[in-house]
Structure formats: structure tokens, C-alpha cells
């Protein structure tokens, strides 16, 4: 955070991106529900757009 945070900085500045690896680790866990016969449910949307993770939400100071 201290990196992305600095007096000339925007909030977007400070996102992450959701990599391959992650999806790949999802996918996994999708195939795994199927086969043990449970719901996989997909909460990426919750926290993410789309593939931008942001540092925090809501509103700041």
C-alpha cells in the first residue's frame, strides 16, 4: 500500500489484478463442487471489477 499511496495518487492506483492463477485456482474449486455434488458459488463480483481487485471500498476520509 505504501507504494501506490502517495499524495498525488488516485484510489485506482492502489488496484490489484486478479491473475490467471486465481481463475485457475477457481476453476478447480467449480470442478471439485461438481463432483461432490454442491453449489460453487462465484463471489469474485462481490469484491472485484471485473478483473481490478481494489485496496479497499467504500468511501475514505
Not at 490489484?16 to 463442487?33: Q, V, Y
Not at 469474485?44 to 479497499?56: E, I, K, M, R, V
Amino acid at each position: 500500500m505504501n507504494v501506490c499511496d502517495t499524495p498525488v495518487s488516485s484510489p485506482s492506483d492502489c488496484d490489484f489484478k486478479i491473475e490467471t492463477e486465481w481463475h485457475e485456482h477457481a476453476d478447480g474449486d467449480r470442478t471439485a463442487a461438481t463432483l461432490a455434488g454442491v453449489e460453487y458459488f462465484v463471489d469474485q463480483n462481490w469484491f472485484s471489477a471485473g478483473d481490478n481487485l481494489p485496496s479497499f471500498s467504500g468511501t475514505t476520509p
